[in-house]
């Protein structure tokens, strides 16, 4: 069972690494259009004082966003985290690329406060994870891949569920929720149930939600899977905004081309170890990030004893 306050994990089928979803049941019951109101400081509990936790963050160019030592996390025998060390600059665009299985979900959900390292330590914007969890977890918005929300909520009560838990007021969250709306080109589905939505709109209501309270660190797992180019363009542009204002993002892909174009860092992950780490250019080493990829990942599918595909039958 987990502790109070954390987000269960599931194993995935397909995956050694967890499937991260939330508790969709029972759903927080919203009339359609109703305006949620609610106490703002009844609704986030802390092992430390706002004072403690305020004073703790580091702010400045040079700040470390997150610093990573030691992590190690195993499931059964796979160890699925094995030592990684990763210092994400404040600031920054960092990407995080590795095959599947590889321990990129399992790292961030460990920097996301999701999950528990066996051994090792995280800390976000000078506030050390395991001392200070919730402190930690205020300074974060969060996209887990494959997470399961409450879709039979509309749109804009989602983000107003979301600016719930983060503590804000009604009017902080109608206005920030319009905003959101307008900047994901969501407007006009704010009043339709999110279970309507496609997996490309779904992506963006949920990417709003992550943003709702604007945290200091965006910890995003796949956050263009399944999103058509028009909205990514959208979706990299309010990101892209977010760094140039001094947010840090640290994202996983696939997307190779589109990490080489927006990040500044990436690390590459195999077998839950960081194979390389540096900016792109260091990475890359020369070649495109992709190949370099390859070169590091290996590859394993054999394509002998396929001769039979070589021929059709009718």
Not at 191 to 214: E, F, N, P, Q, W
Request: hydrophobic fraction near 40%; glycine fraction near 10%.
């Amino acid at each position: 069972m987990a502790d109070e306050g954390e987000t269960p994990v599931a194993r995935s089928d397909d995956d050694s690494e967890p499937t991260l979803v939330a508790e969709p049941d029972p759903a927080p019951e919203v009339e359609p259009d109703a305006v949620v109101i609610a106490e703002p400081d009844a609704v986030v509990d802390d092992t430390a004082s706002d004072d403690t936790a305020a004073g703790a963050v580091e702010s400045g160019p040079d700040t470390e966003a997150i610093s990573i030592r030691g992590l190690v996390k195993q499931f059964g025998d796979n160890r699925a985290v094995d030592g990684i060390d990763l210092t994400v600059p404040a600031g920054s665009f960092y990407g995080i690329v590795g095959p599947n299985g590889a321990g990129k979900t399992t790292t961030l959900s460990i920097v996301a406060g999701l999950l528990r390292a066996d051994e090792g330590s995280v800390v976000i914007c000078g506030i050390d994870q395991s001392a200070q969890p919730q402190a930690a977890k205020r300074l974060m918005g969060v996209l887990p891949d494959r997470l399961r929300t409450f879709d039979r909520l509309t749109g804009r009560q989602l983000l107003y569920y979301y600016g719930l838990l983060r503590g804000l007021s009604s009017d902080v969250i109608e206005k920030r929720a319009t905003d959101l709306a307008r900047a994901f080109d969501l407007g006009d589905a704010l009043s339709r149930v999110v279970s309507d939505y496609s997996a490309g709109m779904t992506k963006k209501i949920m990417l709003a939600g992550a943003m709702i309270h604007s945290p200091r660190v965006l910890v995003l797992d796949e956050p263009f899977e399944s999103v058509d180019p028009v909205s990514s363009a959208v979706i990299l542009d309010i990101l892209r905004a977010y760094v140039s204002h001094g947010g840090t993002v640290i994202l996983s892909s696939h997307g190779m081309d589109l990490v080489e174009r927006v990040c500044s860092r990436v690390a590459i992950i195999v077998g839950g170890e960081v194979l390389a780490e540096g900016t792109i250019d260091e990475v890359r080493a020369g070649q495109t990030l992709e190949a370099r990829f390859v070169e590091l990942a290996g590859s394993s599918g054999e394509v002998e004893g396929l001769e039979w595909l070589h021929t059709f039958s009718d």
